[in-house]
């Protein structure tokens, strides 16, 4: 399977289905790893940390939107 990117994203998988969406379960919420945190973005999360994550993924953008039908973009 190619994209516009001529990217690789992989097989199909056969018999895959959707889970449930962990959200939904507040243990979920924020998961704590050994090397980083994983953090559950709301309408309230803090601005300051959308940027900052923007910022820290920007200079590759063009490879994340593999995956995506929209975007990279210009601003937060």
Not at 14 to 35: C, D, F, M, V
Not at 53 to 68: M, N, R, S, V
Request: hydrophobic share 30%; glycine share 4%.
């Amino acid at each position: 399977m190619e994209f516009k990117t001529n990217q690789s994203v992989g097989d199909v998988v056969p018999n895959w289905t959707a889970r449930a969406n962990p959200s939904t379960k507040p243990e979920y919420n924020i998961l704590h790893g050994q090397y980083c945190r994983l953090e559950l973005f709301t309408p309230t999360t803090s601005s300051t940390a959308i940027q900052q994550l923007y910022d820290a993924f920007k200079p590759t953008e063009q490879t994340h939107f593999t995956y995506l039908y929209y975007g990279p973009f210009e601003t937060v």
